[in-house]
């Protein structure tokens, strides 16, 4: 790229050839910075690179033969220079794109690692979870029990109660001994009472 450069460079102004112009020892100028120079020399003028004199013709520098390949290395360089240019901007989208890629691959991979975790946690809660309604169900299952013989004993207790409170009645009409004194003889009240009536 540097090559064409220098190749296509007027070696007077140092910029690239503008409208070039071919001398007869075959150097290569551009048609302005000739122009500049044969003011100063007039008719006769030297080629800046070889010295070797050349005469500019009446109407001026500019009907002097064109470098038609300068002209095209020019063209070519240009084009070079665009395809460059594009070839820069696409390597930035490329790195950008590619950037953006590594992010979505380590986000992804990240997405995954996630995911992974939160199964096996998911898996262990789901497990705990069956653990807890087994044993809540043994739970259940032995209160379900525990309460049936509860009630089991608690029938039995109020049986008992009923059959000594039937053995152990107090007559309706007592004396007032009775109530205080843990002593007293029931069994005389109540043929006491019986021989009333």
Known sequence: MESWRKLTECSICFDRLDNSKCLPCSHTFC???LEDLSTRYHLRVPCP???LEFVVPAVGCSKLP???YAEQLMRVGQSMEET???LKLL???FSAMKTQLKENIDARQKAIEESHRLDMALAEYS?????LQTELEQNLSAAESSDGSLQEMQRKILERLKGA???HKMPSTFCVL????AQHKTQKIEAEVQQKE
Request: glycine share 0%.
């Open 84 to 86: 460059e240019t594009e």
């Open 66 to 68: 064109t470098n038609v």
């Open 49 to 51: 690179l070889c010295r």
């Open 165 to 167: 409170e039937r053995r």
């Open 91 to 93: 390597r930035n989208d």
């Open 178 to 181: 009775c109530r205080r004194s």
């Open 127 to 131: 497990w705990k979870l069956a653990e």
């Open 31 to 33: 048609c302005r910075c």
